[in-house]
């Protein structure tokens, strides 16, 4: 069973970048079929998806973050990794990463099946 | 973009009784492409439904999902201690993949 687990600092400055990384293990990063995504939820509020990446590089982002978001993928460590510029106060939340089946079975597709435990992530000087 | 609205914000039901949840969608959605999460404080979302209908691995039969087109509802028969929780619709569309803001299900 695959497995997930977020790495990073969990305190940020403002203005400067979020990293983070997510692991996997159990199963493979390689394998097509599922997108390698990024979630956040700021304390006591909703989910909110941020982007996802395929094994082969292609990535989406949610419109409202794009410009300052970007998903890498390093499929020789089995990680793929966060990046939030400028950030703010606002990006104070905690960071999820997740696995999404990308591929139909059934006539069921394109939702989460594996997650991390979340990861929280402060932004303060 | 597709947005997800979940009614009602807050479910306050007792142990027993069934609770009906809905999912809205602000254009129509593919079945195929809509799920359903169980989320407890602290713990991070469970995959109850996809496929609008079909039930995830393990999720004990009491849940269930229903709806096509731009509504669809996850209905839980009989409530127990543990099914007090936060659920998230959420969906696929153009590449993109959004939740709607939960329902809260609290004991009441």
């Known amino acids: 069973q695959v497995q997930l687990q977020e790495s990073g600092p969990g305190l940020v400055k403002p203005s400067q970048t979020l990293s983070l990384t997510c692991t996997v293990s159990?199963?493979?990063?390689?394998?097509?079929?599922?997108?390698w995504t990024w979630i956040r939820q700021h304390p006591g509020k909703g989910l909110e998806w941020i982007g996802y990446?395929?094994?082969?590089?292609?990535?989406s982002y949610n419109p409202s973050l794009k410009s300052r978001v970007s998903i890498s993928v390093d499929t020789s460590k089995s990680q793929f990794s966060l990046k939030l510029t400028s950030v703010t106060a606002a990006d104070t939340a905690v960071y999820y990463c997740?696995?999404?089946?990308?591929?139909?079975?059934?006539?069921?597709?394109?939702?989460?099946?594996?997650w991390g435990q979340g990861t929280l992530v402060t932004v303060s000087s | 973009e597709v947005v997800l609205t979940q009614s009602p914000g807050t479910l306050s039901l007792s142990p027993g009784e069934r609770a009906t949840l809905s999912c809205r969608a602000s254009q129509s959605v593919s079945a195929s492409y809509l799920a359903w999460y169980q989320q407890k404080p602290g713990r991070a979302p469970r995959l109850l439904i996809h496929g609008a209908s079909s039930r995830a691995t393990g999720i004990p039969d009491r849940f269930s999902g229903s709806g096509s087109g731009t509504d669809f509802t996850l209905t839980i028969s009989r409530l127990e201690p543990e099914d007090f929780a936060v659920y998230y619709c959420?969906?696929?569309?153009?590449?993109?993949?959004?939740f709607g803001e939960g329902t809260k299900v609290e004991i009441k």
């Open positions: 159990g199963g493979s990063i390689n394998s097509g079929g599922y997108f």
């Open positions: 997740a696995r999404v089946r990308g591929y139909c079975s059934a006539d069921t597709c394109y939702y989460f099946d594996s």
């Open positions: 959420q969906q696929f569309g153009s590449s993109l993949l959004t």
């Open positions: 990446i395929f094994y082969s590089g292609s990535t």
